[in-house]
């Protein structure tokens, strides 16, 4: 079995975290790609983030209709600050994987700061790193603590989910950004008002 986790906050997931998801998981043959939403990462610590059972729902309702994508909820189930070196190891654990058939998904601007995560060689151990090449980053292989990613060739999407929660607060349309299912659910929520948190 081939397996792939894709981490983020998810605050909301939309369509380019599924679009560049497929392109993984078309292009490492995967049998299954897990999004694992943080409880709390430790890269945005300077905003407030939806409550995670939000978060959590709106990956699930995303993902019903594609039988390859699944979601992990082990971050938030630990709670706390999320560490990717703890995920992958409880993970490689559940599904009895070894590094040959598990990958981490990252993009290329969190390879720049790669080095800067926790336990980064040990990560390296577990599993495989799939950089989506998809942003302007340009990564200096010399200033890497590793020397080999898989690459994964992906469209430039300029969706963000800061912009849809900047559109939400100010009443503005997010159809067609994310899976209609997402949208009746952030507003059956009231998720991005103004006195939302």
């Known amino acids: 079995m081939r397996v792939a986790i894709f981490g983020g906050t998810f605050d909301p997931i939309h369509q380019a975290h599924l679009i560049l998801a497929e392109c993984v998981r078309e292009q490492l043959d995967l049998d299954r790609l897990l999004f694992v939403p943080s409880a709390v990462s430790p890269h945005k610590l300077d905003r407030p983030i939806s409550h995670p059972h939000h978060r959590l729902e709106m990956v699930r ?4 209709n594609n ?28 599904y009895q994987l070894d590094r040959s058939n598990f990958f981490l998904v990252i993009g290329a601007d969190n390879l720049v700061e790669f080095h800067t995560w926790k336990e980064p060689e040990r990560i390296l151990r577990l599993a495989q790193l799939a950089v989506l090449a998809r942003t302007r980053v340009e990564i200096r292989k010399e200033s890497l603590l590793f020397r080999e990613y898989l690459r994964i060739d992906a469209p430039l999407i300029e969706i963000s989910s800061s912009r849809i929660r900047q559109l939400v ?7 067609y950004l994310l899976p209609d299912a997402v949208i009746d659910y952030i507003h059956k929520h009231h998720l991005y008002l103004p006195d939302s948190v």
Not at 84 to 92: C, F, H, P, Y
């Open 61 to 64: 309702l995303a993902l019903q």
């Open 67 to 94: 039988p390859n994508f699944g979601f992990c909820s082990e971050e938030i189930e630990r709670g706390g600050t999320s560490f990717t070196v703890d995920t992958l190891d409880q993970v490689r654990k559940k």
């Open 169 to 175: 607060c100010k009443g503005k349309s997010i159809r």
